[in-house]
């Protein structure tokens, strides 16, 4: 806390979409110009180091190379029953990747889920597979291996799929020949920066969920008076209109003028959550970047950039998140 750094005006420093290990330094694979996690903190690591690019990002939003195809499925590490054993609907189909569990029950609340011809009326109906399952008439496939993208998005598109009104969404910037992706969180439209992308409806709420402890970094361009002193007491949370904030990691890095770029680390992403942090301190927000989600971070991509997260670096992140590492551990 009470660091200042320089930066320009760019999201992060010249550098592609990558990921760093959650606690340790990533290490590079030798020969081959791509890196690894390493779970822990090692001898000869650094606890923040960061990894090279090691996947193949698309500077414009055109398609993107077709990933190789497994001889075998590779288990979800978010699974904890056993193959065949029943579940909620809403779960089974959230993992197919059609939408949120939310999103699921307004949808059978709509008559939208039917199983064998019959519509379902509660989203506590118990299967073992999604057989005869089908959504607005559409039979439902059996959930695919869990794939995790990274989306640049840029300002003035909505983190929807559809908008009434026809305004742009975050899928009128997306290639073609995707899976059906859901966004892990939300940005709002005015809003840049790191987006995650996932077709798996469990890995989307596992990350979303604040008790993940999952942290999302932004940097804001705000027009008013602050000192460090006052970012710094956000360290303990603050309350705003009634909402519970909780703690707020939040660096001074420069001044222009009378704008003020301010660095801020979260881990709960409540609505609209920075915005109104810093207005409640007398900032007007004139512009918002994520430039990090977890290990994954935005670097120098461009908007509408998107890269695919190698499944090794996704199991190990997630692994992780389930069995962190002690602090002070060696």
């Known amino acids: 806390m009470g660091r200042r750094t320089e930066r320009s005006d760019s999201p992060r420093g010249n550098r592609s979409m990558t990921t760093e290990g959650p606690r340790g330094a990533a290490r590079k694979d030798p020969g081959h110009g791509r890196s690894s996690y ?4 090692r001898e000869g690591t650094s606890p923040r180091g960061r990894a090279s690019p090691h996947h193949n990002a698309v500077s414009e939003p055109r398609s993107p190379r077709q990933p190789r195809t497994d001889t075998k499925t590779p288990r979800s590490p ?8 029943p579940q909620r609907i809403a779960k089974l189909l959230a993992r197919a990747g059609i939408a949120s569990r939310r999103e699921i029950e307004r949808m059978i609340e709509e008559g939208r889920i039917a199983l064998n011809g019959v519509t379902l009326d509660t989203p506590a109906t118990l299967l073992s597979n999604l057989r005869g399952v089908t959504v607005d008439g559409d039979p439902v496939a059996e959930a695919e291996a869990p794939r995790l993208f990274l989306f640049h998005k840029p300002s003035g598109c909505l983190t929807a799929e559809r908008d009434p ?22 940005l709002d439209m005015t809003t840049e920066g790191l987006l995650l992308l996932t077709n798996d409806g469990e890995l989307k709420r596992y990350l979303e969920l604040p008790a993940n402890g999952v ?7 705000a ?16 309350e705003v209109d009634g909402i519970r904030y909780g703690r707020i990691d939040a660096n001074l890095e420069r001044r222009t003028g009378r704008n003020q770029w301010i660095e801020l680390t979260l881990s709960e992403g409540k609505n609209r959550e920075v915005r109104r942090v810093l207005e409640h301190l007398g900032l007007q927000v004139n512009r918002l970047i994520r430039v990090k989600y977890g290990p994954f971070d935005l670097a120098d991509s461009t908007p509408g950039a998107l890269v695919e997260i190698k499944r090794g670096d996704m199991d190990r992140f997630l692994h992780y998140l389930k069995n962190p590492i002690p602090k002070g551990a060696n």
Do not use: C, H, N, W
Request: proline share 7%; hydrophobic share 30%; aromatic share 6%.
């Open 38 to 41: 390493d779970g822990g903190r």
């Open 165 to 186: 009104a026809g305004r742009p969404t975050i899928y009128d910037r997306l290639p073609d020949g995707l899976p059906r992706l859901m966004p892990v969180g939300r």
């Open 215 to 221: 942290e999302r970094t932004y940097r804001a361009r």
């Open 223 to 238: 027009f008013g008076e602050i000192s460090q002193t006052q970012l710094e007491e956000l360290i303990e949370g603050i």
């Open 78 to 85: 978010l699974r904890t029953k056993a193959s065949g054993e």
